[in-house]
């Protein structure tokens, strides 16, 4: 059974940094592909980075030189840290990755900014 759970969303004023974490089971992590994803209220799941097993990443632009995507193998474990967080960044975030061909998603933490 796949399990991916995120953790370290909360509340922070805007300017400020969070990091989130995914933690997984149940695949071989080291030769996914994980990424991140979020969904504003009222709006539709938007994705934001990705980081492939040989460590290459991808952004979206509008958080390209804020969010950075990173993993721990020994830890089975994907990270997003993210800086100079805006009002823009309040979300839901989901932890992502396909598994026999499908998507697996996380529950999603929070991240709200306020101005």
């Known amino acids: 059974q796949v399990q991916l759970v995120e953790s370290g969303g909360g509340s922070v004023q805007a300017g400020e940094s969070l990091r989130l974490a995914c933690r997984t089971s149940?695949?071989?992590?080291?030769?996914?592909?994980m990424g991140w994803y979020r969904q504003a209220p009222g709006k539709q799941r938007d994705f934001v980075a990705a980081?492939?097993?040989?460590?290459?990443?991808n952004y979206t632009d509008t958080v390209k030189a804020r969010f950075t995507i990173s993993r721990n193998n020994a830890w089975n474990t994907v990270y997003l840290q993210m800086i100079s967080l805006s009002v823009e960044d309040t979300a839901v975030y989901y932890c992502?990755?396909?598994?026999?061909?499908?998507?697996?998603w996380g529950r999603g933490p929070h991240v709200t900014v306020s101005s």
């Open positions: 992502q990755t396909s598994y026999t061909s499908r998507n697996c």
């Open positions: 149940g695949i071989n992590f080291k030769i996914h592909r």
């Open positions: 980081i492939s097993s040989d460590g290459s990443t």
